[in-house]
């Protein structure tokens, strides 16, 4: 082999590793995501009404958001200390644990309160886990980057969310087509929490050939690694925290508004079939992807930041059309809304895996990134099918279109009080 032909193998295999992750992360959550709209509701809660049911579901699905702060802060601990390899296995192992787990679960006929509560538990195991997935996933790519490539490494990892949307869409909407409704709900909704066992396999298979980052270790070169990297980041570093939190609220808001509320909303208030709606989402995503492409080379030849800042003026504008054309009653808007909406999260989202890491020194990146990453989750994605959901109803679309603009005004603010970022 030529000496070229080695470190061609080895970048495939990085971008191959920070991807992966990302799409069993993005996989795992919408399939949660796309269930809890659609079945675990009736499943796992007892019968009120229907609107109850949906929210008690949503409300399991906010869960994971709040453990993820928790996975970050652990995961950020070890992989700022022992480095970002060993870390990512464990974060894997955990997340799709989790998942798979959640396909023999009992339902609430089956086993009453019960279920519900193994319900959370495991859902709070996903969150934990991937805490510490996104972060360490993002500075695999960054930190192995040539100079003049750090956003076209760093989308790698965003790549890996339209990837995963797509292998969970595309097996609901194939259950779909293959079951009757009266199967799915039966038994035909655990077969996609039980094939993620075949992405975390290859997932592990990859990582498991990794070695550690150059960065990573010309940080321990040059001191002992951080005895408490939390502790470090929040006395050192609290504004770069606090920014980088509030600049990815817009991202999460907007990808959960045009996926799990969207699928929840059009097929109740609107009346879509099941098949229809994923159909139409299906459709509409691989703009994200065009979006996070675009993102990678724009970031590379101005910043990320300017790139983010960007997509957040389009984003607000993009609030203000939300209710004509996803109100609209035809298909064709709506799937032209939600192409829209999923191109500018390409754009909000494609960034960040170069711009959070370059918020923090090397000797807390990886605490850093993860906790800005997965407390703006909460913030922006953990309430927001709740959210919506209640501002549907009280408002129509009208509401949930300026809580998208809100959302991303708010990460367009913080975006203008960074003005510098370290060296990845």
Known sequence: MTDTAQPAASTRRILAASLIGTAVEFYDFYIYATAASLVFGKLFFPASSASAQLMSAYATFALAFFARPLGAMFFGHFGDRLGRKSTLVASLLLMGGSTVAIAILPTYEMAGWLAPLLLCVLRFGQGFGLGGEWGGAALLAVENAPPGWRARFGMFPQLGAPVGFIAANGLFLLLGLLLTQEQ?????????????????????????????TPAFAKALEEAPPAKAPLGELLIRHPLATLAGTFAVVACFAIFYLTTAFALGYGTTQLGYSRETFLGVQLGAIGFMAVGIILAGYWSDMTTPRRVLMAGCVATVAAGFVLAPMMGSGSILLIWGFLSIGLFLMGLVYGPLGAFLPGLFPARVRYTGASMAFNVGGILGGGLTPIIAKAL?????????????SGAAAVSLVALAFVRRQVEV
């Open 392 to 404: 549907s109803d009280q408002g129509g679309l009208g509401p949930v279109g300026l809580y998208l």
């Open 184 to 212: 799915f709900i039966a038994w035909g909704w655990r077969i996609p929490f039980a094939l993620s066992v075949v992405l975390v396999g290859l997932g592990l298979w990859i990582r498991l050939r990794l070695t550690e």
